[in-house]
């Protein structure tokens, strides 16, 4: 693990390099962008107006269709579409739960948005990948418990898949990098797996 000038933080988890910064999402230059979906998939506040207003109307039309296919996407899933305007070349619309004071099932549903992006960002065959924090804007989620969650999630993922070469979280706010600071800092470094 490593600071850079910049402040920010590096991790390795086996070939994958994890790196948090922040920043906005929608300027990352990375092969996918993952946006804090809703279910209707039809754009909305926070985070994924940026993306939509960043990426252009490319994306909302997308989602459209998605939406006429498959009517949205469930709570824990995660859909792809084109990055329109944007540097990274996809957006994976990942669907995080509102919070509902923690016994509905939200710590697994998030778990699920990420694991759910990070299968998509395979089957994608890309190299490097974004989050936001997701839920924990208007949905509520605690962020100790959702950057927990999160780094943890993908943390357990990367070990087997060689191909993704780097994971970003990129948070907005100075008190969500402090959260995400302390689980970087926390994690020791683990040894490359045997392949
Ligand atoms: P949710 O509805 O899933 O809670 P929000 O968009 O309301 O999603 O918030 C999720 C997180 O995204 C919050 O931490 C918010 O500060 C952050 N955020 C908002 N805009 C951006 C952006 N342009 N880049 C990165 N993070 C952002």
């Known amino acids: 693990m490593s600071r850079q000038a910049t402040g920010e933080l590096e991790a390795l988890v086996a070939n994958t390099r994890l790196v948090l910064l922040r920043g906005d999402i929608t300027q990352q230059d990375v092969d996918a ?22 990426g252009g109307p490319k994306i909302l039309e997308e989602c459209r269709s998605i939406r006429a296919t498959q009517g949205g996407c469930p709570t824990g899933l995660a859909v792809v579409t084109g990055g329109g305007n944007l540097k990274a070349r996809f957006v994976i619309h990942a669907v995080g739960p509102v919070w509902r004071g923690g016994d509905r099932g939200e710590d697994d549903l998030l778990q699920s948005a990420y694991l759910s ?16 924090c997701i839920s924990t804007g208007a949905y509520g989620f605690p962020i100790e418990r959702a950057a927990r969650i999160a780094f943890e999630a993908v943390s357990g993922f990367v070990g087997d898949q060689p191909g993704l070469e780097e994971v970003r979280f990129v948070v907005f706010s100075q008190g969500d990098h402090d959260v995400y600071a302390g689980l970087f800092r926390s994690d020791p470094d683990r040894p490359p797996r045997p392949a």
């Open 33 to 54: 962008i993952v946006n804090a979906a809703n279910s209707g998939l039809l754009g909305g506040g926070g985070v994924d107006g940026a993306i939509h207003r960043a």
């Open 117 to 132: 992006s990070l299968r998509q960002a395979v089957s994608l065959k890309i190299r490097s990948v974004a989050f936001p």
